[in-house]
């Protein structure tokens, strides 16, 4: 079984500041992770994954995230904030286990941008 | 190439009627999932059609939920009848079967924009 674990319902950021999104999973295998990002009325897009290959992973607009096993972290940070960041952002894990694509999400993280 | 394409966008229906959700996947995508998210809660999984076929459906709450893929195209999803508790954004996603003995697990799910619903 696995599970994630999103600290931080709300986030709040000023513009140009450090992002940092907290996701720790639980997992009984290693795992896959994912990284997606809901903007207002569209659908969930993906920033990043990380698959076992390098921990640290680089995403799309800026966004990277690190595999820390150690941790059992998958911290998403972007060095500068920017207005359109705003959005809701979800952890997500599934098994290495061939044929399952099924995702275990945690419960999101809502990223405000303060100007 | 076209996205993933759920309809209605919003629906609201009064404590039990019967509401049915399309979702239209990427043309070719043999993958279909449904995934739920309650208010405030995360995005939970409810089934998996490969093609026409029912791979997984733990995640389906009770009966009153019945999900179709005919033909292995769109999918529907209908909720008869529907409960106060059945309330929330229903996501529909899709992806490609992988080849060359790549995980799927690491295959990345295309979603739709989700199909909020709300029963009074």
């Known amino acids: 079984a696995q599970s994630v674990t999103q600290l931080g319902s709300h986030v709040s950021v000023s513009e140009g500041a450090l992002v940092l999104l907290r996701c720790n999973y639980s997992?009984?295998?290693?795992?896959?992770l994912f990284w997606y990002v809901q903007y207002p009325n569209q659908g969930l897009q993906l920033l990043l994954k990380?698959?076992?290959?390098?921990?640290l992973v680089k995403g799309i607009n800026g966004f990277e995230a690190e595999f820390k096993k150690s941790e059992t972290s998958f911290h998403l940070t972007k060095p500068s904030a920017h207005m359109s960041d705003a959005a809701e952002y979800f952890c997500a894990v599934t098994l290495t286990n061939f044929g399952n694509e099924k995702l275990t999400f945690g419960t999101g993280t809502r990223l405000t941008i303060i100007p | 190439e076209a996205g993933v394409t759920q309809f209605p966008s919003h629906s609201v229906i009064e404590k039990g009627q019967t509401v049915t959700l399309r979702c239209d996947p990427i043309?070719?995508?043999?993958?279909l999932y449904w995934y739920r998210r309650v208010m405030g809660k995360e995005i939970k999984f409810l089934l998996h059609f490969v093609k026409e076929s029912k791979q997984d459906e733990s995640g389906m709450p009770n009966n009153r939920f019945l999900a179709e893929r005919t033909g292995g195209t769109y999918s529907t999803l209908k909720v008869q009848p529907a409960e106060l508790e059945d309330s929330g954004v229903y996501f529909c996603?899709?992806?490609?079967?992988?080849?060359?003995?790549?995980?799927?697990?690491?295959?990345?799910?295309?979603f739709g924009a989700g199909s909020r619903l709300t029963v009074l």
């Open positions: 043309s070719g995508h043999d993958n």
């Open positions: 996603a899709s992806s490609q079967v992988p080849g060359g003995g790549q995980p799927s697990g690491a295959n990345v799910l295309t």
């Open positions: 990380y698959t076992s290959a390098a921990t």
């Open positions: 997992s009984s295998v290693p795992p896959y």
